[in-house]
């Protein structure tokens, strides 16, 4: 019986830079997510009366040009996270082939 592979997320620990990122990031997804939610509900709002109608549509269109902000935030988040870990395992490489003596004069 084979076992299930191992989910377990590679977590590289950055220090607080990543959790001020990762705060930060989360801040902005829920602010992303209530502005749809004003829109759309906003929109539909309108809907019940015929003078608002173009209006809600436009309430509509900038809700889902809102869902298009989501996963730009969330692509943003994940690059700024990967600079601040390739930035901190090259200094931490750079430290170690320092620390080796090799430099020694």
Known sequence: MKSAPDSTPLVIHV??????????????SIANDALIA????????????????IAGTW???AG???LL??????????LHLQRVHSRALWSH????????GSQDY
């Open 15 to 28: 220090g607080r830079e990543e959790l001020v990122i990762k705060r930060r990031y989360e801040v902005a």
């Open 38 to 53: 004003l829109w759309f509900v906003t929109g539909s709002i309108m809907f019940f009366s015929e003078r608002w109608t």
């Open 59 to 61: 309430c509509f269109l």
């Open 64 to 66: 889902s040009i809102e």
């Open 69 to 78: 902000v989501r996963p730009a935030i969330r692509l943003t988040r994940h």
């Open 93 to 100: 490489s750079a430290a170690a082939a320092s620390s080796d």
